[in-house]
């Protein structure tokens, strides 16, 4: 029998819940560099590629010709911008979380190939291995109402807070992720909040998404959607 999630259902303009472990739970990030290259993969496939920009430095004679290979690759590279929107995110040492709008029926799945293809090469690569990073295929899972989506990031938001006991500080901003995006104190172009704050007050600290993360703890009614 197929795990929770690993079958999945694609339908256009629709919210689904993205997410994957390392096999045998191992981790997948060691160290900030993984984390950097992983976001740094994120906003290439997610933010607007300037195809005719990238042209024009091709015929541009001083620029050297490892630099154009690079701008080729670029070039060749699959890009998201119109047909994925990452609502929210958190990366764990071992997993990772996604909340994603798709614009078309399977833009999820090159989305989501790509990404990790990309990626486990590079980890394969810098740390001398071969072989599958991941358990399995990513799952996905269709949302289905507001309310829903709406606990979904807070889901995934505290997922840090797993962490308290070995990290110092605060655990929500030690781990990369969408929050600070949500309290306003970061403008991350590739990253969609306003269908989610628009439920919350900017000017009311009781109604705010801030509280609403720090004080949501009970999350039964997601429970079919999130990590087992």
Not at 125 to 149: D, I
Not at 184 to 192: F, V
Request: charged share 25%.
């Amino acid at each position: 029998m197929p795990s929770r999630n690993s079958v999945k259902l694609y339908v256009e303009n629709s919210y689904y819940h993205i997410y994957n472990r390392g096999v045998e739970k191992r981790i997948i990030f060691q160290d900030d560099q993984d984390y950097a290259v992983f976001l740094r993969y994120l906003k290439t496939y997610l933010s607007p590629k300037d195809v005719d920009g990238l042209r024009k430095q091709l015929v541009n004679s001083e620029i050297p010709w490892n630099e154009k290979d690079k701008i080729l690759r670029e070039i060749r590279l699959n890009n998201f911008n119109e047909e994925i929107y990452l609502i929210a995110f958190c990366l764990m040492p071992n997993h990772f979380h996604f909340l994603i709008k798709q614009n078309s029926s399977y833009s999820i799945d090159t989305f989501m190939n790509s990404l990790v293809t990309r990626y486990v090469m590079y980890f394969n690569r810098k740390y001398n291995r071969v072989g599958p990073l991941f358990q399995g295929v990513y799952k996905a899972v269709l949302v289905e109402s507001e309310s829903q989506l709406l606990y979904l990031t807070c889901y995934i938001h505290r997922n840090p807070l797993s962490l308290v006991t070995i990290q110092k500080g605060d655990p929500l901003s030690k781990q990369p992720s969408s929050y600070y995006d949500y309290l306003g104190l970061r403008g991350t172009e590739w990253i969609k909040c306003k269908d989610i704050l628009i439920f919350f007050s900017k000017t009311n600290p009781k109604m705010s998404y801030k509280s609403f993360v720090e004080q949501t703890t009970d999350f039964t009614n997601i429970q079919p959607l999130i990590l087992e």
